[in-house]
C-alpha cells in the first residue's frame, strides 16, 4: 500500500473516531438535558377523566405541559384518598424525584405533611393551611355558582330545584348557597333541596340522589360533585341541568344549562415557573372571575336571550365590585339574620360558613370528609 494511501485510511479512521466521539457527547448532553427536566406531579380526588373536577385540574397539567415542553415532566396519581394512600402517593413521587407537588382536594396537605419533605415545595387547592413549603389555592367560584343559580331560577316552573352536594364543608356550603340565592333572584320563593352524597365522585350515588329530588317534585337539577351521572339523569327526564367544574353540556344536550368552571392552567403555569427558576413563595391565591380563573361555561339550547342578558348584566355588575352575593341582609333557614344590611362577607367567613341561607331546604350533613 502506497504511503498516500495509508495517510488517507488514517485520515478517514481519525475521522471516524472524532464523529463517534462527538455523536456520544451530544448523546451524553440531551441524556443530561433530559434527565433534568423538572418534575411536577398532581394528585387527584378521582379519575383524572371525570369530566368535572380533576379533569379540569388535569386541563391545567396539560396546559403547563405544553407551555414548558421538555423543560418539565409531569405526571398524576388518581382516585387517591385522604390518609394513608395520599402518605404513601406523596412518599413514592418524592422518591421518584418530584420537587413541585399539587395537591387537588381538600384535606390533602397540612403544615406535618410539608415539614417531613422540607425540599419538596407543595401546593392544595380549596385549604387553609400554609408553611414555608405549603401554599394554597382556590378562587370565588361562589359568583360563578350563583350566576349558574340565576339560569336555574329562570328554568324552573314549579319553584323546586334539586341540588346534589358531597361533603358539608364551607366550600360547598357557600356554593350552595350562592346556587341558592341567585336562584330566588330569578324565581322569588323557589326552594333549593339538598342531597348529600358524601363522596366527591360517586356516579351511582349522584344518579340516587337525582332520581330522589325528581321524585319529590324538582324540575331542574343542581350539583356540586364531580360526575355528569345528575346531568344524565335529567336529560332521560327532560328537564334543566346546571353542571360544575367542567362543561359538561355533551352529557344532557338539551337539559343543559350552564355551570361554574374553572381555568387552573395559568396559575399552575405560573406557580411552575417560579418554582423552577427559584422565585417560588408560599401564599394564598384566591382567583377571580376578572383574572379568568373563574367562569360560565357556554349557555344550553333552552337559555333564553333574556335570561342570558340577565345573567351577563349582573356578571358585569360583579366584575366592577357593584354587586357581591353574599352582602346582607342575609337570613338562614330559621329566618335568623346571619349578615347584616350592608356587610360583605369576606374571605375568612366564607372559609368557616356552616349554615344555610333562606330559601334552602335540607341540613348540613355532619358526615365529614375523610381524613
Not at 368552571?261 to 405560573?270: E, I, K, Q, S
Not at 417560588?280 to 382567583?287: D, R, S, V
Not at 374571605?347 to 335540607?362: A, E, F, H
Request: charged share 15%; hydrophobic share 40%; aromatic share 12%.
Amino acid at each position: 500500500m502506497s504511503k498516500a494511501k495509508v495517510l488517507v485510511l488514517l485520515l478517514l479512521t481519525c475521522a471516524g473516531v472524532a464523529v463517534l466521539a462527538l455523536a456520544a457527547g451530544t448523546g451524553s448532553a440531551r441524556s443530561k438535558r433530559q434527565s433534568a427536566a423538572f418534575k411536577v406531579a398532581w394528585i387527584y380526588v378521582g379519575p383524572h377523566d371525570d369530566h368535572g373536577w380533576s379533569q379540569a385540574h388535569d386541563k391545567g397539567r396539560l396546559y403547563v405541559q405544553h407551555a414548558l415542553g421538555s423543560k418539565v415532566k409531569t405526571t398524576y396519581k388518581q382516585n387517591i384518598a385522604v390518609g394513608a394512600q395520599l402518605q404513601s402517593t406523596v412518599q413514592s413521587l418524592v422518591n421518584q424525584g418530584y420537587k413541585l407537588i399539587f395537591g387537588t382536594s381538600y384535606g390533602y396537605f397540612d403544615k406535618k405533611l410539608a415539614a417531613k419533605y422540607p425540599s419538596v415545595l407543595f401546593e392544595q387547592a380549596t385549604g387553609t393551611d400554609r408553611a414555608k413549603n405549603l401554599s394554597e389555592y382556590f378562587g370565588a367560584a361562589e359568583d360563578t355558582v350563583f350566576l349558574s343559580g340565576m339560569a336555574a331560577g329562570a328554568a324552573t316552573k314549579k319553584g323546586n330545584i334539586g341540588f346534589v352536594v358531597a361533603y358539608p364543608i364551607p366550600e360547598v356550603i357557600r356554593h350552595a348557597n350562592a346556587f341558592a340565592l341567585g336562584a330566588r333572584l330569578m324565581h322569588p320563593g323557589a326552594k333549593v333541596h339538598l342531597i348529600w352524597t358524601h363522596s366527591w365522585f360517586d356516579p351511582a350515588a349522584e344518579k340516587r340522589a337525582a332520581q330522589s329530588l325528581y321524585s319529590a317534585g324538582a324540575d331542574v337539577l343542581g350539583q356540586n360533585v364531580d360526575s355528569p351521572a345528575a346531568g344524565q339523569f335529567a336529560q332521560s327526564k327532560h328537564i334543566g341541568w346546571v353542571g360544575y367544574d367542567s362543561n359538561a353540556q355533551k352529557f344532557a344536550p338539551t337539559s343543559w344549562l350552564t355551570a361554574s368552571v374553572y381555568n387552573w392552567g395559568p396559575y399552575y403555569l405560573r406557580r411552575v415557573k417560579a418554582a423552577m427558576n427559584g422565585t417560588w413563595k408560599p401564599g394564598f391565591y384566591y382567583g377571580s372571575i376578572n383574572d379568568g380563573f373563574t367562569k360560565l361555561a357556554p349557555f344550553g339550547p333552552s337559555v333564553s336571550a333574556k335570561t342570558k342578558a340577565l345573567i351577563l348584566a349582573k356578571q358585569k355588575q360583579i366584575q366592577a365590585g357593584k354587586f357581591y352575593e353574599f352582602t346582607g341582609p342575609l337570613y338562614d333557614q330559621s329566618g335568623k339574620l346571619m349578615v347584616p344590611k350592608g356587610k360583605r362577607l369576606g374571605i375568612k367567613d366564607l372559609y368557616s360558613m356552616q349554615w344555610l341561607v333562606k330559601g334552602v331546604v335540607g341540613s348540613v350533613s355532619h358526615v365529614p370528609p375523610p381524613g
